[in-house]
């Protein structure tokens, strides 16, 4: 009977003994389930968190806006230049005088400037006077109220858009105003308003050497009073073009196509629709005006060119007064959209 009891009392401390082992290694493996699981929920989160971050961060910079600046190089003697603009088609402009320029050298200066969300800039310069009134102004020298350009650099001389340094620094100065003095570009000193009147002996600009009492004929060829300008005896034509470029030029000959302008010829104007462009050119009577565009890329083999419809080497020629031309042809009129 007491061997009995032992028997069982053993039996009963083995199995405690045994139940007690096994909650043991259970509470480990949770315990160890759920060290797994915080590691899985700071890696998830960290993860996340971080991934997020970065990508928001990125998203507040407006890449289009960055990359929609125009370089403006702007030639003039003026002592501090502005320069005065509009991003959304000159409906809205800076506060005068506008931006102040940067100079670069020999009477060259820069300013970088955003086109906005038009992508189209449209800007003239004033020297910073004390208001607008009294300010001077460097206009187009076509008349237009201001230079347009959708291009990302720009050198403005001659009151003229160029797209480089070299075509700007390769024309002559005096053909147009570079100071924004003469608005015709036809006085190099200034001493003529008019332009008319070489030596300024003739105040109306009517009779270049005063031998002609009425001023009807500068230099007795005229026959029929028809003679175009009176003071240079060259005629005069206005040329434009329909063309996407963000600059144009005319190529054209002086004497019926054997001699022609330097390359890549005069700038043209935009004639601020976003699609016309127009130059005035003048040439000796006795010939018509050859001629064709490019777009005034560097070199001369790499530009764009626009030639007569069919005809891809030949080139425009016309005797009349102002043309239009688009698609390749040329007419009098302005075509139709």
């Known amino acids: ?92 402009w800076v506060t005068f005088p506008g931006l102040a320029m940067e100079t670069e050298e020999s009477q060259w200066w820069q300013v970088e400037v955003n086109r906005g969300s038009t992508g189209q800039l449209h800007f003239v310069f004033n020297d910073g006077g004390e208001d607008q009134e009294s300010a001077q102004w460097y206009k187009p020298s076509n008349g237009d109220d201001n230079f347009v350009t959708t291009a990302d650099e720009i050198w403005v001389k001659n009151n003229l858009i160029y797209p480089t340094r070299e075509s700007a620094d390769n024309t002559a100065d005096g053909d147009d105003d570079p100071d924004g003095d003469d608005p015709d570009g036809d006085d190099p000193d200034g001493d003529d308003a008019d332009g008319d009147d070489v030596d300024g002996d003739d105040v109306d600009g009517d009779d270049v050497d005063g031998d002609d009492v009425d001023g009807d004929d500068v230099d007795g060829d005229e026959v029929d009073g028809d003679e175009v ?35 890549p010829g005069v700038a043209m104007t935009s004639e601020n629709d976003g699609l016309w462009w127009m130059v005035d050119v003048e040439i000796d009577p006795a010939y018509s005006l050859s001629f064709v565009f490019d777009n005034g890329v560097t070199p001369q083999e790499s530009a764009d060119w626009h030639n007569p419809f069919g005809d891809p080497s030949g080139n425009f020629e016309t005797s009349d007064a102002e043309v239009w031309v688009k698609d390749g042809y040329m007419t009098t009129t302005k075509p139709a959209k």
């Not at 007690?20 to 960290?46: K, M, N, V």
């Not at 300008?229 to 005319?250: C, E, F, N, P, Q």
């Open 229 to 263: 300008d009176g003071d240079t005896g060259m005629k005069s034509y206005r040329v434009h073009l329909s063309s996407g470029w963000t600059s144009a030029y005319i190529y054209y000959s002086y004497d019926g196509g054997t001699t022609w302008t330097p390359y």
């Open 1 to 92: 009977m007491k061997s009995r009891n032992k028997f069982f009392i053993i039996a009963i401390i083995f199995v405690m003994a045994l139940g007690f082992c096994l909650s043991c290694s259970d509470d480990a493996e949770e315990d160890d389930i759920d060290e797994g699981g915080e590691g899985e929920g700071e890696g998830e989160g960290e993860g996340e968190g971080e991934g997020e971050g970065e990508g928001e961060g990125d998203g507040d910079v407006d890449y289009e806006v960055m990359g929609n600046a125009s370089v403006v190089h702007f030639y003039s003697d003026f002592a501090e230049p502005y320069i005065y603009y509009s991003t959304d088609g000159g409906n809205n």
